[in-house]
C-alpha cells in the first residue's frame, strides 16, 4: 500500500530518512537522532506533526458532547485555552488521548494521534448522535507544524506578526505567521517549551503555505527534527505514546492518568462508572518511570524483574535518554513497586541489568530542562 | 548502492553484517561492518561479549543499539573470547567512524577457523550480496 503524505513531504524525501510510521511517510531523522534532540533540548526544533488527526467539533452541543466523551472537564476551559484528556470505552479502556482547544462553547478543535485518526473519527461520530454537533476532520485540509524548545518562541516570533509571549501555556491563538493567518498553540509533546501551529486551509494538494512556513523556520534558526528524536524527547519527557504506554487494554488510573479524570463533573462520560470501580477497588498494574543504574538500554518488551528474580511487568517504552546518558523507561509493573527507589530488574537479552523506580515526568531535572526551567 | 558502503579487503563476512579478521597472533578479530553501522546510524551503545565466553559460529555475541534500534550481533566464527574492546564503552560511536579499524568489539580465539571461514563471504561475494538487499 502506498504510504500517505503529508504536506512537508517533499522537504522530507529531500533532506530527510523516511520510514513508515503507521502508514505515514515520515522522516526518522535528518542529520542524526541525537543532534536533533540536543536542538529541543538546548534551543529551537522544528517538526512536521501533520500526520496527526485534527477535527472540528461545532454546534450548540459541542461542549456538553466532549464532555460526554472525554475524562476531563472541557467546561473549566476559558475562550482559547485547551486541555489535555483520554476518552475511553465504557469498561474504561483508553481509546485515545488528545487535546481539546475551545473558541466558544459550540466550537472546539480536537487533536489526537496519527495513528487513530480513523478509529477516532468513527467513535466520536458513533457516540455523537444524540447531540447536536457537527464534527468535520481537518487533517488533510490544515497542515501541523510543531516548534519547540528554550528558543522556540524566539524563532517562531521572528516571523511572527503579533507578540507570541502573551500566549499561555494550553492557550491557543489566532496569529500571523509568514504572512498566514494560523492558529498557534502552547503545546507540544517534548516538555520544553513552544507552539503547534495549526495552518488553516492548506490542502494536501496545495501545501504552499505550509512548506512557507516550514522554510522560514528553518531559515530562522530551527532546526529540523524527525520522529527518533521527537520519541526521545517525549521518553525524556515522561509522556506516554498511545499504542505503547496505553491502549484499550488499559484503564487512566493504572496508565497515571488520574489527573485527567473527573469524575465529579457534571453529567455521565463513557467509563465513568468503570473507572469509578477500579478507583474503589484499587488497581493491579500501574505505569512507573525506571532509570537504569547498571549499564543498558531498556527497550518495548522487556521484562521487569524484582529483586528475587521474579517477572513483575513489562517496559512499554524504554530508551537512552540523551540529555541523561542513562537507560530510561516506562513500565507496568503491580502498585506494591510503585515506591520511588524501588530495585528493579530489566531483563536485556540474557542478563539482568538493575535499575530503581523514579519520578518521570519528566524523568529530567525540571530546574534545567523542560519548559519550566530556571529562565536566566 | 553497493558503492555507498566501504568493504575491506581481506575480511570474511557474514550476511548479518558481521566481519572477520585473521590476526598474526592466530586470534580473529571481530566487529559489524559499515554497512551495519551506517543503518544504526549514531551507535550509542554497545553490548561486549564476556571475557572467556565460548562461542559457537553464529550464536548471539553482543549487541550494538542506537538511540532507537537494537541489532544482535552473533560470532562469525567460533571460539574462545580472549579481548574485547573496551574503548567502546565511552566511545561507541568508533563503531560509526571506523567500524573495520577503532570500532572492533573482540577477539576469538578460534576454535574451528577454517571450517567456519569456508562459512562466511570473502570482500566480492559480500559485495554482491549486498547488491541484493
Known sequence: ?????????????????????????????????????????????????????????????????????????????????????????????????????????????????????????????????????????????????????????????KITEEKLGEVGRFNIAEIT????KVLAARTGYTGEDGFEVFVLDCPLDKPEKALKIWGDLVEAGAVPCGLGARDSLRLE???????????????????????TVKLKKPG??????????????????????????????????????????QVIGEVTSGGL????????????VPPEYRKLGTEVYIKIRSRLAKGKVVKHRPFYDEAVYGWKRDKK | MTDEYKIEEGL????????????????????????AQSQLHEIVYVELPEMDAEVAQGEALGAVESVKAVSDMYAPVGGKVVEVNEELLDSPELINDDPYGEGWIAKIEPSGLEADL?????AEKYKAFLATL
Not at chain 1, 30 to 36: C, F, M, P, R, W
Not at chain 1, 177 to 180: A, D
Not at chain 2, 14 to 23: P, V
Not at chain 2, 118 to 122: C, E, G, S, T, Y
Request: a negative charge; aromatic letters at 12%; proline letters at 3%.
Open chain 1, 268 to 309: 455521565y462520560f463513557i467509563g465513568r462508572r468503570a473507572i469509578q470501580k477500579v478507583r474503589e477497588e484499587g488497581v493491579k498494574r500501574r505505569l512507573v518511570g525506571l532509570m537504569m543504574e547498571d549499564r543498558g538500554i531498556p527497550r518495548h518488551g522487556y521484562e521487569v524483574l524484582n529483586a528475587e528474580e
Open chain 1, 177 to 180: 505567521v509568514s504572512g498566514y
Open chain 2, 12 to 35: 570474511y563476512y557474514t550476511k548479518e553484517h558481521e566481519w572477520a579478521k585473521k590476526l598474526g597472533d592466530g586470534n580473529v578479530a571481530v566487529g559489524v561492518d559499515d554497512y
Open chain 1, 1 to 157: 500500500m502506498e504510504l500517505k503524505k503529508t504536506h512537508i513531504y517533499s522537504y522530507h524525501a529531500e533532506h530527510g530518512n523516511i520510514v513508515d510510521f503507521g502508514g505515514y511517510a515520515m522522516p526518522v531523522w535528518y542529520d542524526g537522532i541525537k543532534v536533533e534532540h540536543k536542538a529541543v533540548r538546548d534551543g529551537c526544533g522544528v517538526f512536521d506533526t501533520s500526520h496527526m488527526g485534527r477535527m472540528w467539533a461545532e454546534g450548540p452541543d459541542t461542549e456538553k458532547f466532549l464532555n460526554y466523551v472525554v475524562t476531563n472537564n472541557v467546561s473549566k476551559l476559558e475562550p482559547y485555552g485547551g486541555l489535555y484528556s483520554v476518552m475511553c470505552k465504557p469498561d474504561g479502556g483508553i481509546v485515545d488521548d488528545l487535546i481539546t482547544y475551545k473558541f466558544t462553547p459550540e466550537r472546539f478543535l480536537v487533536v489526537y494521534n496519527a495513528g487513530n485518526r480513523d478509529k477516532d473519527y468513527k467513535w466520536l461520530k458513533k457516540n455523537s448522535k444524540d447531540f447536536d454537533v457537527k464534527l468535520t476532520d481537518v487533517s488533510d485540509e490544515v497542515a501541523m507544524i510543531a516548534v519547540q524548545g528554550p528558543k522556540a518562541v524566539e524563532t517562531l516570533q
Open chain 2, 118 to 122: 569456508a562459512k562466511l563471504m570473502d
Open chain 1, 237 to 259: 519527557a515522561g509522556l506516554w505514546l498511545y499504542g505503547n504506554d496505553m491502549d484499550e487494554s488499559v484503564n487512566p488510573i493504572e496508565a497515571g492518568l488520574r489527573w
Open chain 1, 321 to 332: 535518554s540523551p540529555t541523561l546518558g542513562v537507560g530510561i523507561a516506562l513500565a507496568y
